[in-house]
């Protein structure tokens, strides 16, 4: 298996339905402030009327622009949707694909999902695929089920090679927003799984793909978490709106 120094740690801020032009304004220029750490890329994921006034201040910098959600259309009578190719068109690298919170709020199911990650790797950028169990369906025994589940939905309609240069975010649906984060063993134990499934396809690309965890990461927690051998960085949601709190779990990442 390829070595974890291989995989460049990814800290991803997803700030949700939050923010205002001059938070973003100021949460960005704190976190420029500060950059590079290490060799860890920080990708802030704003809501979609941010990107661009954001895309202009982070240019020529190393701060990564993220989106939270795409259409799996191209283009077309879909009011109130966004193409990745407009986001390309405005800078975004990155897009989170099958948040729990779109999962479960916006009826999103796998299929729906594997389209998305599909649309966004055809405009050239980068989907994170977000995939994680409830509590019920741990407490069932059934987390890897669940997650292995999601994960052939997009390898099946994408395939392996799809991969290369995607992000995985393992966000247990339990620890969102809850201050319930998962043990670092428990983490572990998912991201081994993931990387395992993917390289029964491929393991090079299993080796090389970043698995992000997600769910409560904090300032307190990063430490062990990121010193997992299969976790390579975290998808921020609440912590990510502090600038201080940001920096320090990046800062953490560049030392796991
Ligand atoms: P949280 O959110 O860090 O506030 O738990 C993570 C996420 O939903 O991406």
């Known amino acids: 298996m390829v070595d974890k120094t291989r995989r460049k740690p990814l800290i991803a801020g997803n700030w949700k339905m939050n923010g205002s032009a001059d938070m973003a304004r100021e949460l960005v220029d704190a976190l420029l402030g500060h950059l590079p750490i290490g060799s860890v890329e920080i990708m802030v994921i704003p809501p979609f009327p941010y990107l661009a ?16 959600n795409v259409s799996m259309h191209a283009g077309g009578a879909f009011t109130g949707e ?5 986001l390309a068109d405005v800078g975004v690298a990155g897009v989170l694909v099958g948040h729990s919170e779109r999962r479960e709020l916006c009826g ?13 790797r055809r405009a ?17 025994g059934m987390a890897e089920s669940r997650v ?8 099946e309609r994408c395939g392996i090679e799809a991969f290369a240069g995607a992000a995985i975010a393992y966000e247990p649906v339990w620890a969102i927003g809850t201050g ?11 991201h081994s799984f993931v990387r395992t499934r993917l390289a029964n396809h491929d393991a090079t690309i299993a080796g090389l793909v970043r698995i992000l965890y997600g769910g409560s990461m904090k300032p307190e927690n990063a430490s062990s978490l990121l010193a997992c051998p299969d976790i390579d ?4 949601g609440g912590a990510s709106l502090n600038a201080g709190h ?11």
């Open 53 to 68: 006034q954001i895309r202009s201040r982070i240019a020529g910098n190393q701060l990564l622009l993220g989106a939270q």
């Open 82 to 86: 966004v193409s990745a190719g407009m």
């Open 108 to 120: 999103e199911d796998d299929a729906q999902v594997a389209a998305k990650f599909e649309a966004v």
């Open 124 to 140: 050239g950028l980068k989907p994170v695929l977000c995939i994680g169990e409830t509590l019920q369906q741990r407490d069932a």
């Open 148 to 155: 292995g589940e999601q994960l052939d939905a997009v390898l």
């Open 180 to 190: 319930r984060v998962a043990s670092a063993s428990q983490a572990q134990q998912i």
């Open 233 to 236: 960085g975290g998808l921020i």
């Open 246 to 256: 940001f920096l320090e779990i990046a800062s953490a990442a560049a030392r796991a």
